[in-house]
């Protein structure tokens, strides 16, 4: 049986351990040690921007950056309907209503033209989403918003280090949401952080995401605001750090699989792949596919067939509008999201870890390649 081929693990050949070691070793293992703090400068300087702020996880980081901006019931935020269920949780948690808009077929990231037909008034928010490391097509984006009065921000949570026009993600937009999740390009096991430019945001965010606590008198034990417990710990800030250290490498990496992956797939018939962004710089955090009948036979037939060699694959997410909680939730899902739905029902994605080798990918493309119909 060849070796097992997970779709991703994290690659920690840094200074992880060293680190955590030392946070460990010194009893500073809540949110006050001194790599909380070290993580978020690092990584705001990494993405080109002022202000970093950790918090546990990537969801909530949306969230405080929603809560900061001022996002509640009464108001709509635009979602790409092809994302991650976190998008979504995160406007609902504000008490405001997700919109969805439809994805454009060769980016697959959340198309300008399907943001201008459901903006509106009530629009406070649109949210881009940089799908599997792909930046957005940002200007355009900001020109409708702009012409809306709504903020646009970003759910940067698959595209550390991703650029358009020479500025990363997460310094492309008014406030931007990250997850460290162990998947991502850079991570700390479980992990977000809101990066932003706005002091004022910043400030908002540091102060929903520690109960409150005043900022100048944290000591006085009164609160004027509902807040929340959203702190990391100084163990995954340890984590992060290393790994920030190592972005660029990281970086080239998945940077140099995702040319390899492409490189190969595009001559199989039948393979549709992702196109980038013109002027933009796509990180590969997935390598993903989507097949046409042209292929010779089914994804799910191609599918039982990697898993037969050991090589594991996930489906790509199913659509906004398709979530029966987000329905329940009020949400508009009856529209028509053709490009969601062809990506949702005929895509997949392949090994995409840091550590894969050459040998790796060219073993999944020739499985993929010898396999067609
Ligand atoms: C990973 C991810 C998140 C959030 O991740 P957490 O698991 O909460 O850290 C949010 N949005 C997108 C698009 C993601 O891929």
């Known amino acids: 049986m060849p070796k ?26 809540s949110s006050s040690g001194k790599y909380v703090g070290a993580f978020e400068e690092a990584f705001a300087a990494y993405c080109g921007a002022k202000h970093g702020i950790a918090v546990c996880n990537g969801t909530v980081a949306l969230h405080l950056a929603m809560v900061a901006l001022g996002v ?3 108001d709509e935020v635009i979602i790409p309907d092809f994302t991650m269920m976190a998008s979504a949780l995160a406007v609902c948690y504000t008490g405001a209503i997700p919109v969805f808009a439809d994805a454009d ?24 989403m940089h799908v599997f490391g792909n930046p957005c097509d940002m200007k355009k984006l900001q020109d409708i918003c702009d012409a809306h009065g709504a903020v646009l921000m970003e759910d940067a949570a698959e595209a550390h280090g991703a650029s358009l026009g020479g500025r990363r993600s997460g310094s492309l937009s008014r406030i931007a949401g990250f997850s460290f999740f162990a ?36 000591r006085n034990y009164m609160h004027a605001d509902i807040g929340f417990n959203y702190r990391m710990s100084n163990i995954h800030a340890a984590i992060g750090l290393a790994q920030t250290e190592q972005g660029d490498v990281l970086k080239a990496l ?12 595009a001559a199989i018939p039948g393979v549709l792949l992702q196109k980038d962004q013109p002027d933009g710089e796509n990180v590969f955090w997935m390598n993903g596919l989507v097949l046409t009948p042209e292929y010779g036979r089914s994804r799910e037939e191609l599918i039982a067939h990697l898993k037969a060699q050991s090589i594991d694959t996930r489906l790509f997410f199913n659509g906004m509008h398709r979530q029966p909680a987000l329905r329940k939730y009020g949400c508009a899902c009856d529209g028509l999201y ?20 050459d040998e790796d990918i060219h073993r999944v493309c020739d499985v993929i390649d010898a396999f067609k119909g």
């Open 254 to 265: 998945r940077q140099k699989h995702g040319h390899l992956y492409r490189e190969r797939l």
């Open 183 to 218: 998947n991502k390009n850079i991570t700390c096991g479980e992990g977000g952080m809101v990066v932003t430019d706005d002091d004022g945001l910043a400030q908002a965010c540091r102060y929903h995401k520690n109960l409150c606590f005043p900022l100048d008198t944290p």
């Open 338 to 357: 053709p490009v969601s739905d062809m990506l949702a029902d005929h895509g997949f994605y392949l090994s995409s870890g840091s550590g894969l080798s």
């Open 4 to 29: 097992f081929m997970p779709v991703c693990e994290p690659l920690l050949s840094g200074n992880e351990l060293a680190y955590v070691t030392d946070a460990v070793s010194s009893g500073w293992i």
């Open 72 to 74: 509640g019931p009464g």
């Open 105 to 128: 077929p060769h980016t697959w990231n959340i198309s300008p033209d399907a943001v201008a037909a459901k903006i509106t008034s009530r629009t406070k928010v649109v949210m881009a």
